[in-house]
């Protein structure tokens, strides 16, 4: 893990002043300098988010695997308006380092208002059906090391009794199918864990958004021959819901009728499709 900020000020100078976000309200996010962490940073979609938050002059710590990836995107946001660019590289399937990582952003950052989880892995379903260990990383990157960050990111947001937790899920999640039922029993249950998490912390003043895309246009689809959501406009409303601090955000929101049906379909003839 390599830790450092890419902040072009000198230390001397005063950070911007901040607001944290409370609980039930809908923040001027244009007008609050916030204090966001973005895991997963050089994704397509936390990518797009982070230009927007960018603009609005977001204070940034940003964490990714590839450090060239990364520096490039940190770059780019500091010339789009962002008040603060923290780094660090990190592999997350390395969870024995998440608490060392996170209180490193959090006192880089001084605080955290908002933590978006972006990282994952659609793997390659056929190879898992023949590889455990390939299913088991799936399972590992999609599941068990977001359980690890939000476990620590959830304590530390109870304590202060504020903060958003917003993170990547899938509609994959909402029902199994042949052509993808890896990636999709990984997100599964995250949604799962996520719901169960927002039932316990929610009422602590602490928000956990599940954020489930259709198919989005980024590097994880590019061999997907599928209709697919423009990146730009998925994080226009990721931005949205997380400033209204919406529970479960579908997006494009049309996903949230279509997988109602796809989970109402009746088994004996859910088994038969092709899907
Ligand atoms: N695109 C879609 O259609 C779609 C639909 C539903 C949900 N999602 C979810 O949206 C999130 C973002 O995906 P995306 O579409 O933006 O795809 P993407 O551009 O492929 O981004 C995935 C990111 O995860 C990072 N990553 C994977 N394993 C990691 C690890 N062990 N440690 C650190 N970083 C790791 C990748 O890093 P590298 O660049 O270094 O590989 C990459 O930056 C994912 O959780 C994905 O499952 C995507």
């Not at 309200?25 to 916030?34: E, I, L």
Request: a positive charge; charged letters at 20%.
């Amino acid at each position: 893990m390599t830790l450092s900020a890419f902040d072009p000020q000198p230390a001397t100078q005063t950070r911007p002043t901040t607001q944290p976000v409370h609980a039930g309200g809908v923040s001027p996010s244009a007008k609050v300098t916030r204090k966001i962490l973005v895991l997963g940073a050089t994704s397509g979609i936390a990518e797009a988010v982070c230009r927007i938050w960018a603009s609005q002059g977001a204070q940034l710590f940003l964490v990714a695997r590839n450090s060239e990836k990364l520096a490039a995107v940190a770059a780019d946001l500091k010339t789009r308006g962002a008040a603060y660019i923290g780094t660090a590289v990190a592999d997350l399937d390395d969870t024995d380092h998440h608490a060392e990582l996170l209180s490193h952003a959090i006192n880089s950052l001084t605080g955290m208002d908002v933590a978006l989880l972006a990282h994952g892995i659609l793997g390659d379903q056929p190879r898992a059906e023949q590889d455990f260990h390939h299913a088991a990383h799936i399972l590992h990157t999609n599941f068990v090391a977001p359980v690890s960050l939000l476990t620590w990111l959830s304590n530390y947001c109870v304590q202060r009794r504020s903060g958003v937790l917003a993170v990547i899920s899938s509609v994959a999640g909402d029902r199994g199918r042949k052509s993808n039922y890896l990636y999709g029993s990984s997100k599964a249950g995250l949604s799962a864990y996520l719901a169960g998490l927002r039932n316990r912390i929610d009422r602590e003043g602490v928000t956990v958004m599940t954020i489930k895309p259709g198919p989005v246009d980024t590097p994880m689809t590019a061999n997907m021959n599928v209709k697919k959501a423009d990146v730009n406009k998925v994080a226009e409303s990721i931005v949205k819901g997380i400033d209204k601090r919406v529970d479960t955000l579908y997006v494009p929101f049309q996903w949230a009728p279509i997988m109602w049906v796809v989970r109402h379909i009746p088994e004996r003839f859910f088994k038969k499709l092709n899907l």
